[in-house]
């Protein structure tokens, strides 16, 4: 692999930023999935994972939404609901605004996966920015903003 520090070409760079991308992306996952289950003994799916965030980001979410942000059919999203819930991790509430909706919450062990999963998070933004100045962090975020939103504009 080529080293950052290299005087590299355009096409080098993007070579380079292109295999950073897939192990970043490979690493997170791994790292992700073993930070919260070392903080639970309750074995979690990266699905399940995600539901927990969202619904501890937004309690009270449905179904629907929990699809719709995840990128998933309601059919998995469902199936994932219902382990959790299984799992002691979630439970069902009745929403205030619609009582024919059922809005989902974390329990206490539910809160606990939410909150180690919240500290994996800090701890990669931590590692990532600790060496950079206030300039470069506004770059850093420029860049990935751009690349979100080259996502979303895409698929």
């Given at each position: ?10 096409t080098?760079i993007?070579?380079m ?21 070392s ?8 699905t ?27 059919a998995?999203?469902s ?9 002691g ?16 919450a974390l ?18 933004i931590?590692?990532?920015?600790r ?6 962090r ?11 939103d ?6």
């Amino acid at each position: 692999m080529l080293n950052a520090g290299d005087n590299l070409n355009s096409t080098e760079i993007n070579q380079m930023t292109n295999e950073i991308l897939k192990e970043l992306f490979h690493q997170i996952m791994n790292i992700q999935e073993k930070f919260v289950d070392s903080s639970s003994d309750i074995k979690l799916s990266r699905t399940e994972i995600h539901i927990i965030e969202i619904i501890g980001d937004c309690p009270g979410s449905i179904l629907t939404d929990i699809a719709s942000k995840m990128y998933i059919t309601k059919a998995t999203a469902s199936v994932s609901i219902n382990r959790l819930i299984a799992k002691g991790l979630l439970k069902r509430m009745q929403l205030e605004n619609d009582k024919r909706k059922q809005g989902l919450a974390l329990t206490d062990e539910g809160r606990k996966c939410y909150d180690a999963h919240g500290e994996f998070h800090n701890q990669l933004i931590e590692a990532l920015t600790r060496d950079f100045n206030l300039n470069e962090r506004q770059e850093l975020v420029k860049g990935l903003k751009q690349m979100l939103d080259f996502f979303k504009e895409f698929y």
